[in-house]
């Protein structure tokens, strides 16, 4: 058992990755020599030369297309996208090829590609660097989208992700990329595409994934002390979602709060609000209410505290949720 | 109004770049094909000397000839049924290759089986010689899949439509090629480890697409064995070639650091010749390569006189070609019009290598809304 911050548990995995199959190629903007701009690939080209950690062109269209090809070719790419904001020229790759090729040639052509996205706000950064785009591909056919959320996670869901015959867009929270955990190299990890239920409780549900889960957690401590006891479900699959732990969950506590950074409008929360109520209608004691950024685009970061779900905002949902 | 000289354009003064009159004039001027366009077979069907590609083309003899007549006849005849069937509402879209035959054959044929191709939506010819039956390419168009061809074992990739997007999937596959020791081994090579090299196709219009350029960047950058084959024929459906550039397309390769060569695309034997060339040099570890295929007048007419006049290749060949024509094309709608629809639930496989949950039970519960009616019909 070793305590890992996020940042090098990823890079451990993805070690491993390229140690267990030579197919495996790392590629992106400054992910080579420099070792990533949050260092998630540091030393991976020292020890795996130029043709397996590439560093490439300042070009996404250009990461995600040549990965497809790399793909068809047999490799098993994983791309990095240096910040969540600038994946959008490699959007039309993504949507257009990457997500459709396999079922283009009717499983002829696997796509088993990888894209690292470091995704969510709180780090005081400038426009473009603090966005949470997940809903954008959860929609698209063709995708997983899963995002982690602790060391342990990230280490084992980044290998799982590139051992997958199936494009995943890999969203990690890098507000956590630097906060330290238990890795536990030995376990058998839980499957990919499962949801978990992390802390266990009997008052309200509440279901998160990525940068919000920590925040969740910290709500369920302080809620306690108040006499509440709050569920927490860390999603870690966005698409397919895995609401089976939810739908449990909620048939016991009556109540849901659904947890993210994302703006609300048509997004994973929405989908998790209208599933919910589909498969719950019963036992639900109040609606499903939602915690999220709002239908802005992401602000200058000075107001970024006011637009992300902290741990008041979560207790305040609670409240409301139990009061209904 | 003469042609500017790109030479004499100063970036920091907009004066001194040419007008519009002299960019039309240029392009005109490009139109007749230029001194620079290489060409081995006139319009008028006399085979002519050229010192750089003429060893690529020592092989091509009657034989030879004629089976690039016959190729590009029948692919002309497969072509024109698509054509009727898609205006008698048997096909949703037609994508004609008409007037591209001999930049496909040429292309097409100068390929080894070892190389892989990724196509635009219109190489029906390429397809051809990759021993894809023209059959094969109608599902697309009648819309009972997207396409039905194994692409690996063709090494003929799925018709990509969005445009330009098969440019970067092609660099992709070719820097693959390269990060598998599959260029430069020459006479060290073997069957079972063979040089390769990729061949892109694309149009006119394509050339304006980010991913194009990108595709450029990325080859050049990793020195991918890749030909980029730009069939220029002078219109992106209704916007005519002034729209998309400046200067003649084939000089653009100059500005990414590879050569770029302007070929006749109405001249089989240079289009042949000029294919091999580039192939051959990827293969070696030259890589990068773009061609410009301009087109002029009829590609099939002018090989026909080449046969007749040089060749002494009398009647009965050509009609002979054009009977097999007819069966191909009578072939093509039999078997067009036989075409059964997809099962109802052909929308929910292999959307995913690994099942997906969520569509597994969007299947299932589709086909029990389905078998609802037929109780019903039943009852």
Request: hydrophobic share 40%.
């Amino acid at each position: 058992m070793a305590v890992l911050t996020m940042a090098k548990a990823l890079n451990d995995g993805l070690r491993k990755a390229m140690e267990a199959d030579p197919r495996v190629l790392v590629m992106g903007e400054d992910v080579g020599k420099l070792g990533g701009v949050f260092r998630i690939t540091d030393g991976l080209q020292k020890d795996f030369g130029e043709e397996r950690v590439l560093d490439t062109p300042l070009s996404e269209s250009g990461i995600i297309g040549t990965a497809v090809g790399l793909a068809i070719r047999g490799f098993r790419p994983v791309c990095e996208i240096q910040f969540d904001g600038f994946v959008f020229p490699g959007y039309d790759q993504i949507v257009s090829q990457l997500a459709k090729v396999h079922f283009r040639s009717q499983g002829k052509v696997p796509m088993p590609v990888v894209v690292r996205i470091p995704f969510g706000g709180g780090i005081g950064a400038v426009e473009h660097h603090s966005e949470s785009p997940e809903s954008l591909f959860a929609h698209v056919a063709g995708l997983k989208v899963v995002a982690c959320s602790n060391s342990n996670d990230a280490y084992w869901m980044i290998q799982q992700a590139i051992s997958t015959d199936d494009p995943v867009i890999f969203f990690e929270p890098k507000r956590r990329y630097w906060e330290k955990a238990e890795v536990d190299v030995e376990s058998t990890p839980s499957p990919l595409l499962r949801s978990r239920v992390l802390r266990e409780g009997t008052d309200v549900t509440v279901a998160t994934y990525g940068p919000s889960v920590r925040t969740c957690l910290d709500a369920a401590v302080a809620a306690e002390t108040d006499g509440t006891s709050l569920e927490v479900v860390d999603l870690r699959t966005l698409s397919p979602l895995d609401l089976d732990p939810v739908f449990e969950s909620v048939r016991r506590t009556g109540r849901l709060v659904v947890v993210s950074e994302a703006p609300p409008e048509s997004s994973v929360t929405s989908e998790i609000a209208a599933r919910v109520q589909q498969e719950c209608f019963h036992s639900l004691e109040a609606p499903v209410l939602r915690v999220t950024g709002f239908d802005t685009p992401y602000p200058p970061s000075k107001c970024e505290d006011d637009y992300l779900p902290d741990l008041d905002r979560v207790l305040d949902a609670v409240d409301r949720s139990k009061a209904w | 109004m003469s042609v500017s000289d790109p030479q004499a354009w100063n970036p920091a003064d907009p004066r001194s770049r040419p007008n519009r009159e002299q960019v039309l004039a240029g392009l005109r001027g490009t139109d007749a094909g230029g001194p620079e366009l290489v060409q081995l077979l006139t319009p008028e069907g006399e085979r002519v000397p050229d010192a750089r590609f003429d060893g690529y083309a020592a092989d091509i003899d009657a034989e030879t000839l004629k089976s690039l007549y016959r190729d590009m006849v029948l692919v002309r005849r497969a072509d024109r049924e698509g054509n009727a069937l898609q205006r008698q509402g048997q096909l949703g879209i037609w994508v004609p290759l008409l007037g591209q035959e001999a930049a496909q054959i040429g292309a097409g044929r100068a390929l080894l089986p070892t190389d892989m191709v990724f196509p635009s939506y219109r190489e029906h010819g390429v397809a051809w010689c990759r021993g894809i039956d023209p059959t094969d390419l109608l599902g697309i168009f009648r819309g009972t899949d997207h396409g039905s061809w194994d692409p690996l074992e063709k090494r003929f990739h799925l018709y990509t439509i969005v445009i330009g997007n098969q440019c970067l999937n092609a660099t992709g596959y070719a820097m693959g090629q390269r990060f598998e020791g599959r260029v430069g081994n020459g006479t060290d090579a073997t069957a079972d480890a063979p040089d390769e090299a990729t061949m892109c196709f694309f149009g006119d219009g394509a050339t304006s697409q980010g991913d194009v350029h990108e595709g450029f960047v990325w080859a050049a950058a990793y020195d991918a064995p890749v030909v980029f084959y730009c069939q220029n024929n002078q219109w992106a459906i209704s916007v005519p070639l002034e729209r998309q550039t400046r200067v003649p397309l084939y000089e653009r390769a100059r500005g990414y650091g590879f050569p770029g060569v302007r070929v006749d695309g109405n001249d089989v034997i240079a289009c042949l010749a000029v294919a091999r060339w580039a192939l051959e040099e990827c293969r070696s570890g030259n890589g990068r390569d773009e061609l410009e295929l301009w087109k002029l007048k009829d590609p099939i007419e002018r090989v026909r006189v080449n046969l007749v006049r040089e060749h002494g290749v009398d009647q009965s060949f050509f009609d002979g070609v054009a009977a097999e024509a007819d069966e191909l094309a009578a072939r093509l709608r039999e078997f067009c019009l036989a075409m059964p629809d997809p099962a109802p639930d052909r929308m929910f496989t292999e959307v995913y290598a690994e099942a997906s949950p969520q569509v597994e039970a969007q299947r299932e519960e589709f086909l029990a809304y389905h078998a609802s009616f037929a109780t019903d019909g039943e009852a």
